[in-house]
Nanobody, 125 residues
Framework: QVQLVESGGGLVQAGGSLRLSCAASSRTFNLYAVGWFRQAPGKEREFVAAIRGWGGSSTYYGDSVKGRFTISRDSAKNTVYLQMSSLKPEDTAVYYC?????????????????WGQGTQVTVSS
């Protein structure tokens, strides 16, 4: 079992930046692919970004965040980050990190095995 804890959410003005963190309870987390998803009220959960496992550097992004968000990982800290820049009101959502017991990423939420509790991001106009 791997517990995931997100942090770093908050209220920010449009155009601002936030960095979300996803800290894991186990070093095996570093072997896993990790994704960030978000869900706004009344909408389906949306893929945001993912990073390959086993120290891989390959990253993937949803179309709506390409060029604005960056996912990265610090294996020494068992943590994955989501740096969000040029934030827009439509980025407002609860952001979740998720890990799957595979090095290969996927954009499909139900293919992830572990989930955090989520962190709220609110972007004001």
């Amino acid at each position: 079992q791997v517990q995931l804890v997100e942090s770093g959410g908050g209220l920010v003005q449009a155009g601002g930046s936030l960095r979300l963190s996803c800290a894991a309870s186990s070093r095996t987390f570093n072997l896993y692919a990790v994704g960030w998803f978000r869900q706004a009220p009344g909408k389906e959960r949306e893929f945001v970004a993912a990073i390959r496992g086993w120290g891989g550097s390959s990253t993937y992004y949803g179309d709506s965040v390409k060029g604005r968000f960056t996912i990265s990982r610090d294996s020494a800290k068992n943590t994955v980050y989501l740096q969000m820049s040029s934030l827009k009101p439509e980025d407002t959502a609860v952001y979740y990190c998720a890990a799957r017991t595979s090095v290969i990423v996927t954009t499909t939420a139900n293919e992830y095995d572990y989930w955090g509790q989520g962190t709220q991001v609110t972007v004001s106009s």
